[in-house]
């Protein structure tokens, strides 16, 4: 179970009884900046890795950075990587950990709200491939991981809205009492602590009982589908990025449509959820011309069964049901819908 205390508390113990013959740090431009810091003096004698801040230096190439720093360093498979950062730098952290000299220890110190409720809980690694998000990755869960919302402190605003996508989510599909409470608080007035370890437990108690995404956890994809071929779609776009929780607030109000349409949740569920969603997050700006290349996008969702796109809908206040077979035209509708 993620551990969610200040870092003075947890990170000297937890190298202590991992005793690394070789400890790295990898930090982006950003983290390296604003959060490293606040965790060196815990630190022993180690290695800093510090690569480009971003989703689009989640590559191939960055992983060779990675590898080529441990290399040069001699680290042998006793060494241990922390990861200080985001959703980037844990999914391509551990990824690199978990697959140089076939496996080296790791741990997640997640610095985003994003990667403290999402992407630092489950063993999912990966990086981004021809332009499709965490196409290549394995599922190797971590030697442990380290939430300190201290961090959150150092986030502009933008960044913390992104993250709270993913709380919400959790809410929609496993706590219909906690959406209700939700959905009446502002995001200024949230206690973190409570939020990340409400969000950490839900997913927590999924995983482990579907740790490779066989069933159950695929209800985690809630709003992912679509979210992810729009964020995919603005990755390739000159300007205009989406963060990733702007992208997957999107992705759920067009699933809760196609859940509405399907008779899997009723007409006040599903405005409850638009009405909260565009409230915090506004409406991402798609065109006409933007419909069909995101729709060629959810093709290699990684959910698919034999070229059929495959959902994770809400059926019920905090209830979801995966494996849902959805048709272009009920996810075109359901574009056209969330576009007014």
């Given at each position: 179970m993620p551990q969610i205390a200040p870092l003075a508390t947890t990170l000297p113990a937890f190298i202590d009884a991992q005793a690394p013959s070789a400890l790295a740090v990898l930090v982006d431009n950003h983290t390296a900046r604003h959060c490293y810091p606040l965790v060196k003096s815990l630190l022993p004698k180690h290695t800093l890795i510090k690569i480009p801040a971003g989703e689009t230096n989640k590559n191939l190439g960055t992983c060779e950075t990675i590898w080529g720093a441990l290399t040069n360093a001699n680290f042998d498979r006793h060494a241990l990587v922390l990861n200080l950062g985001g959703g980037v730098i844990g999914d391509m952290g551990g990824f690199c950990a978990a697959t140089y000299k076939r496996g080296i220890a790791f741990a997640q110190l997640p610095?985003?709200?994003?990667?403290?409720?999402?992407?630092?809980?489950?063993?999912?690694?990966?990086?981004?491939?021809?332009?499709?998000?965490?196409?290549?990755?394995?599922?190797?869960?971590?030697?442990d991981v380290l939430i300190d919302t201290a961090f959150l402190g150092t986030l502009p605003p933008r960044e913390l809205r992104s993250g709270f996508a993913e709380v919400i989510k959790h809410c929609l599909i496993?706590?219909?009492?906690?959406?209700?409470?939700?959905?009446?608080?502002?995001?200024?007035?949230?206690?973190w602590n409570t939020a990340v370890a409400h969000s950490v437990a839900i997913k927590q108690r999924v995983?482990?009982?579907?740790?490779?995404?066989?069933?159950?956890?695929?209800?985690?994809?809630?709003?992912?589908?679509?979210?992810?071929?729009?964020?995919t779609h603005f990755l390739e776009r000159p300007k205009g990025r989406l963060l990733h929780g702007e992208a997957i607030a999107?992705?759920?109000?067009?699933?809760?449509?196609?859940?509405?349409?399907?008779?899997?949740?009723?007409a006040?569920?599903?405005?409850?959820?638009?009405?909260?969603?565009?409230?915090?997050?506004?409406?991402?700006?798609?065109?006409?011309?933007?419909?069909?290349?995101?729709?060629?996008?959810?093709?290699q969702d990684k959910k698919n069964r034999a070229g059929q796109v495959r959902m994770a809908l809400i059926d019920g206040p905090g209830q979801c049901a995966y494996d849902v077979p959805v048709t272009k035209s009920e996810m075109r509708q359901a574009l056209d819908y969330y576009r007014g």
């Open positions: 610095t985003t709200l994003l990667s403290q409720v999402d992407a630092s809980v489950g063993g999912k690694l990966g990086i981004d491939f021809q332009g499709f998000k965490n196409h290549i990755g394995v599922f190797t869960q971590p030697n496993a706590d219909a009492a906690e959406w209700e409470r939700l959905r009446r608080y502002d995001l200024e007035d949230l206690d995983v482990e009982q579907d740790p490779t995404e066989k069933g159950l956890r695929k209800i985690l994809n809630f709003g992912h589908t679509l979210g992810h071929a729009v964020e999107a992705g759920m109000i067009m699933e809760a449509f196609i859940a509405h349409q399907k008779g899997m949740i009723d006040a569920l599903l405005a409850e959820i638009e009405e909260y969603l565009f409230a915090v997050y506004g409406n991402v700006p798609l065109t006409e011309a933007d419909l069909e290349p995101v729709l060629a996008h959810t093709l």
